[in-house]
């Protein structure tokens, strides 16, 4: 667990942003690994669910230098994925979208929708890129 401290500092990375969306956060903002931890679990199957025992496989990378802010909504989807594997989630949302949500489609045909197609930049990377242009 982060300390107050800690988590004060993470928050500030990108000034009170996600790390990957870029939107403001919000109460209750998640601590996301960059590279993934992977926290150790186990099936019960009493309580049908997964249990987690508090360790992971690489506790070393419980760092700050390795921990981003992040929205729940990115940090939920993200999960254990490295940031190739959430580039790539993240890019085949449109492809989902047009396939499996009727309501989206339906938006689509009435004009609300303008759908762009270009790679997946993450803010820190936009921020990042920003930085060393000013260096
Ligand atoms: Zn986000």
New binding site residues.
């Given amino acids: 667990m982060a300390s107050k401290k800690e988590r004060e500092l993470i928050f500030n990375k990108f000034g009170g942003k ?6 403001e956060l919000l109460k209750g903002w998640h601590i996301d690994e960059l590279k993934p931890i992977r926290r150790n679990r186990k099936w019960d199957r009493k309580k049908r669910k997964w249990l987690y025992d508090g360790t992971c496989k690489h506790p070393e990378r419980l760092h700050i230098d390795n921990q981003m802010p ?6 939920i989807n993200k999960h254990t994925l490295s940031l190739e594997e959430f580039r790539k989630l993240v890019g085949g949302f449109l492809t989902s979208l047009n396939r499996d949500s009727t309501q989206y489609k339906i938006a689509k045909r009435y004009g609300f929708i303008e759908e762009v197609v270009k790679p997946v930049i993450f ?1 820190f990377e936009t921020v990042q890129s920003q930085q060393s242009e000013a260096n």
């Fill in positions: 996600c790390a990957y969306c870029g939107c992040a929205c729940a909504s990115c940090n803010y």
